[in-house]
């Protein structure tokens, strides 16, 4: 297997901390996806129908700034892993914006998630539909207590 990097998007540390483990266990990069204005707990309040996550999750089509990716790592990677929070059971849209900034067609990307309960099943739907170039492996939602060996499992199958 060639090189492998773990991208991931977290707001709160919950997908950060099963990024972390998944790079440890596989012994890929490990690459954080920022977006240039953080969002703040009232960005992240979907109760509030004028928050920013809901006004970016339910206004269309809509790509928030990222900060630069070390684009030369994400080139040489023949397997990605993709992290990211459930929002309305979706990945939020920074993780548009990236997909939208780089050609990951000549890799497997392995989609991963973190959320509350929901599962990664429907966000992993809408990535296919969006990003039909990609080899889409199925995803797994993870839990902060994820084990080494659950990991080897799943990333067996890239
Ligand atoms: C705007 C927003 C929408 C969310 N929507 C869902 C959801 O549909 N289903 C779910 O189970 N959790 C949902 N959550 C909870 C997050 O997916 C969960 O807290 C996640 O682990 C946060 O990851 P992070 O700490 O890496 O940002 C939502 C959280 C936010 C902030």
């Not at 990677?77 to 914006?97: E, H, K, M, Q, S």
């Not at 809408?126 to 799943?154: C, H, M």
Request: one cysteine or more.
């Amino acid at each position: 297997m060639g090189q492998s990097v773990v991208l991931y998007l977290s707001n709160t540390g919950h997908t950060q901390a099963v990024a972390e483990k998944i790079a440890a266990t596989t012994g890929s990069k490990l690459i954080a996806i920022k977006p240039q204005q953080a969002y703040s707990a009232s960005d992240l309040d979907w109760t509030d129908h004028d928050s920013r996550s809901y006004h970016e999750m339910h206004g269309g089509y809509v790509r928030p700034a990222i900060e630069p990716v070390d684009s030369v790592a994400v080139g040489q990677a023949t397997v990605v892993y993709l992290g990211f929070p459930l929002w309305w059971a979706t990945a939020p849209r920074p993780i548009d914006t990236f997909l939208d900034s780089v050609d990951l067609s000549d890799k497997t990307v392995l989609p991963f998630c973190t959320s509350d309960s929901s599962a990664i099943d429907e966000a992993v739907h809408q990535l296919r539909v969006d990003y039909p170039a990609i080899n889409w492996r199925d995803g797994r939602r993870f839990t902060s207590g994820v084990t080494a060996q659950e990991i080897r499992k799943w990333s067996s199958k890239a």
